[in-house]
C-alpha cells in the first residue's frame, strides 16, 4: 500500500525531553511537510522540505528541528525550547511543491 | 501573507439537511484552494480542490464547493448531509505555484444527528 506512516501513534514524554517524530512515505514524493494541529487553531506549518538534504522553515519552526537525508523520511525533533508541545502533529508529502498535499495518520504528543 | 477565515466553528445538522460551510480568504493574487476533511480517529483527506476552470467543483462523497473570485470565498456545500459527514472540515489555500505556503482556516466541526 502507498501512503504515509507517522510512527508512534501516541507519544509521551517528560517535560525537557527531546523527542523525535517519524515520519515516512512510499510514493515517491519530493515534497514533505510537518504541520501541528490545535484545537481551535487549524494547522498551522513547522517545516517543509522540497527536496532531499534541503529545508525551510514554516510560520512556528521555533523550538523544532528536521531532517531530511532520505528522500522517503522527514523525522521532526521537538526540542525542550519548544514552550508548549503538547499538539497532535502532521505529516504530509506532496509530488512537487506546487502539488496538492496527502497527510499521514498523525502523532499525538504529550509532554508531562 | 494569506490568511483563511471559516466562521462557522460548530455545525449541527440534522440528516437530509442541506450543508453550506463558508470558507474566505486574504490573498491579492491567484491562488488554489482546498477543502480536506478529518473523520473522527481518522487523517485528514482532501475533499475536493481549485486550481483553475470551471469554478464549480465537484468532490467526493456528494461534496462541492464554488470559487467566486469577486467575494474572495470557497463555500463548501452538501444537498443532503448523512450521519458519516459528521467530521472536521478544513478550507485551505496557497498562492499559485506555491503549494508549501499551504494556509489553513481554524476548520468546522460539523455534528450530524439522526
Known amino acids: 500500500d502507498g501512503g504515509i506512516t507517522q510512527s508512534p501513534k501516541y507519544l509521551f514524554r517528560k517535560e525537557g525531553q527531546n523527542v523525535t517524530l517519524s515520519c515516512e512515505q512510499n510514493?515517491?514524493?519530493?515534497?514533505m511537510y510537518w504541520y501541528r494541529q490545535d484545537p481551535g487553531q487549524g494547522l498551522r506549518l513547522i517545516y517543509y522540505?522540497?527536496?532531499?538534504?534541503?529545508?525551510q522553515k514554516g510560520d512556528i519552526a521555533e523550538g523544532y528541528s528536521v531532517s531530511r537525508e532520505k528522500k522517503e523520511s522527514f523525522p521532526l525533533t521537538v526540542t525542550s525550547a519548544q514552550k508548549n508541545p503538547t499538539a497532535f502533529y502532521l505529516c504530509?508529502?506532496?509530488?512537487?511543491?506546487?502539488?496538492?498535499?496527502?497527510f499521514g495518520p498523525g502523532t499525538r504528543l504529550t509532554v508531562l | 501573507a494569506q490568511s483563511v477565515s471559516q466562521h462557522n466553528h460548530h455545525v449541527i445538522l440534522s440528516e437530509a439537511a442541506s450543508l453550506e460551510l463558508g470558507c474566505n480568504y486574504s490573498?491579492?493574487?491567484?491562488?488554489?484552494l482546498f477543502w480536506y476533511v478529518q473523520y473522527p480517529g481518522q487523517h485528514l483527506q482532501l475533499l475536493l480542490k481549485?486550481?483553475?476552470?470551471?469554478?464549480l467543483v465537484k468532490g467526493i462523497k456528494g461534496f462541492e464547493a464554488e470559487f467566486i473570485k469577486s467575494k474572495f470565498s470557497f463555500n463548501l456545500r452538501k444537498p443532503s448531509v448523512q450521519w458519516s459527514d459528521t467530521a472536521e472540515y478544513f478550507c485551505?489555500?496557497?498562492?499559485?505555484?506555491?503549494?508549501?505556503?499551504?494556509?489553513f482556516g481554524t476548520g468546522t466541526r460539523l455534528q450530524v444527528t439522526l
Open positions: 504530509a508529502s506532496s509530488m512537487g511543491k506546487t502539488d496538492t498535499q496527502y
Open positions: 510514493l515517491n514524493h519530493d515534497a
Open positions: 522540505s522540497q527536496i532531499v538534504n534541503d529545508f
Open positions: 490573498y491579492g493574487g491567484t491562488v488554489n
Open positions: 481549485y486550481f483553475s476552470g470551471d469554478p
Open positions: 485551505a489555500v496557497n498562492p499559485t505555484g506555491t503549494a508549501s505556503k499551504l494556509t
